[in-house]
């Protein structure tokens, strides 16, 4: 996959008061990155064929490294031609070492992605099906919600319609009680024969079923945290739209690939809540596997991709706003605050030290002043009277 950088923003080594940082915070979001993403990226053997099923609407990167590389795509949905790159197809980016970044891949964009050099000899083969998230069935483990049954397709009678499930995802959280995904995608297979993705398998065939769908599954996890090297952090703000009352806030570095998971008020936003219907303030958005968040009311949301925080989304600053972030700065983050005002104990204790220090010198020096020319005048007083 490319190599991916975000700004890092660090905080100032002085504790300030809260009206400050404030101010402080809201001139680094002027300053703020445009929000980048991230590719699942598929590789293939030189000279192989690989088959994979992923799901739509979410970015993947199809690598060829070969120098002049041609690309050359047939989409089962239409089955009449092969075409080749570049053509109208406005999501399909060539990348300068010869491989592609499809943005946002269509369902109808299933088929094969050949891969040849220069002189025409193949390189590699992709064979990928993109399955509709669109119609993602997710359940949760805590809920007691059970995954698609098996099915019989209604071809033959002997073909087999099932969830096939990649690994399990990393836990979103360490330290504290987080979940964790796995996705599951369509497949069909017959009686002695290797299962294939279900569309793979169907190619031009007009046939729907409800059981054709993929799968997200979600189970809570506790795990313990692992050092780190600390996050590239991006700040950004948002505005809740007139019309919808609402806005939708996008983790940098998020996927439907990745563990993703959103705080407010160092609160974690949580699928069992959603899927249970006991989080109605925000939306966490199933086609990206939460990477987008849709929010209602103002409050400092952060996101964090694979247990590192990421970004920080703060509403707009306005003397209503600034007051409800003081008092979460202050009451929902104990903790944080607590060590915030340790450090600022701390300085201003010195401070005033070196100021009493200080005080206490300078006073001294003026009471040295003033008794010194005293005795001087005295003395020679005396010695005029001798």
């Known amino acids: 996959m490319g190599d991916l950088t975000m700004s890092k923003v660090m905080p100032g080594p002085w504790p300030q008061p809260q009206s400050t940082m404030l101010t402080t915070l809201w001139l680094l979001l002027s300053f703020a990155l445009p929000v980048l993403g991230f590719y699942v990226s598929v590789r293939c053997p030189h000279g192989k064929q690989c088959q ?36 109208s197809v406005s999501n399909i980016e060539r990348m300068p070492e010869g491989s592609i970044l499809i943005k946002n891949p269509l369902p109808s964009q299933t088929g094969i992605y050949n891969c040849r050099d220069k002189n025409g000899l193949q390189v590699v ?53 987080g979940e964790r995904k796995r996705l599951g995608y369509c497949h069909i297979q017959e009686p002695l024969e290797e299962p294939l993705p279900c569309w793979l398998y169907l190619g031009d065939a007009r046939l729907w079923s409800s ?74 958005d199933p086609s990206n596997g939460g990477r987008r968040l849709q929010v209602f009311q103002p409050a400092i949301y952060r996101c964090f991709v694979q247990q590192e925080l990421v970004a920080r989304f703060n509403p707009r600053p306005s003397p209503d706003v600034l007051e409800i972030l003081q008092k979460e700065e202050v009451g929902q983050q104990p903790e944080a605050g607590q060590a915030r005002k340790g450090k600022a104990d701390t300085v201003l204790k010195g401070l005033q030290l070196m100021l009493l220090v200080g005080t206490f010198l300078g006073l001294l020096g003026v009471l040295l002043k003033l008794f010194r020319p005293s005795q001087s005048k005295r003395r020679n007083q005396t010695l005029l009277v001798k």
């Open 52 to 87: 994979r099923a992923l799901l739509s609407n979410n970015d993947i990167f199809l690598h060829c490294n070969s120098s002049g590389a041609q690309w050359h795509y047939f989409f089962l949905q239409d089955g009449t031609n092969w075409y080749s790159h570049p053509r």
């Open 211 to 284: 059981r054709m769908r993929p799968e997200m599954q979600v189970e809570a996890c506790n795990v313990q945290c692992k050092t780190s090297e600390g996050a590239h952090i991006t700040f950004d703000n948002f505005e809740l739209s007139e019309e919808s009352e609402s806005a939708w806030l996008t983790c940098p570095l998020g996927s439907i690939y990745r563990p993703v998971i959103w705080e407010a008020n160092n609160t974690p936003l949580t699928w069992q809540g959603q899927l249970s219907g006991q989080d109605v303030s925000t939306i966490l």
């Open 125 to 177: 083969q992709y064979e990928i099906e993109f399955q509709d998230v669109s119609t993602l069935h997710i359940t949760h483990r805590g809920l007691g919600q059970k995954p698609l049954r098996n099915e019989t397709l209604s071809l033959g009678g002997k073909e087999i319609i099932f969830t096939h499930w990649e690994p399990w995802q990393d836990c979103n959280r360490c330290g504290k009680p």
